[in-house]
């Protein structure tokens, strides 16, 4: 169970951290979340504000943009990688652009199609041994 009490792989009742720079990219993902039953946590559209949300909030899953307003996104992805926060990386360069240490993230490819999106949060909340 995760902490919310859902099954494995259950996306319902999921807080989503969503770190986003771009405003119409962030309100298409939020309502693609809503739609599959998260609670959307942020969004952040800049470093500062994703390390706060990603060290002091009570968060399930978070989904990281890659570049976020020119700055890397790694600082937040090491937040969430100490505290033990499944996340998935968001990149139009796909995994390629992807860090050597975070090569094993999920990575979902913009633009968003709400199925890969779905089957990506679901590969990163899903228990290692699945």
């Given amino acids: 169970m995760n902490m919310t009490g859902q099954a494995p792989g259950s996306l319902a009742g999921l807080k989503v951290l969503v770190v986003e720079d771009e405003v119409a990219i962030s309100l298409l993902l939020e ?4 739609d599959l039953g998260c609670e959307v946590v942020g ?4 470093l500062s504000a994703a390390l706060k949300h990603a060290e002091a909030d ?3 899953l978070a989904l990281l943009d890659v570049n976020l ?3 890397p996104i790694y600082p937040v992805a090491e937040v969430l990688a100490r505290r033990g926060i499944p996340f998935v990386f968001s990149t139009g360069y796909g995994s390629a652009g992807i860090q050597d240490g975070f090569r094993d993230r999920p990575v979902v490819q913009k633009p968003f199609a709400q199925n890969d999106l779905e089957a ?3 590969l990163a909340v899903a ?3 699945a």
Avoid: H, W
């Fill in 58 to 60: 009570a968060i399930d």
């Fill in 69 to 71: 307003a020119g700055e």
């Fill in 127 to 129: 228990p290692a041994s």
């Fill in 43 to 46: 969004p952040a559209g800049r």
């Fill in 120 to 122: 990506k949060l679901r």
């Fill in 31 to 34: 309502d693609m979340l809503l």
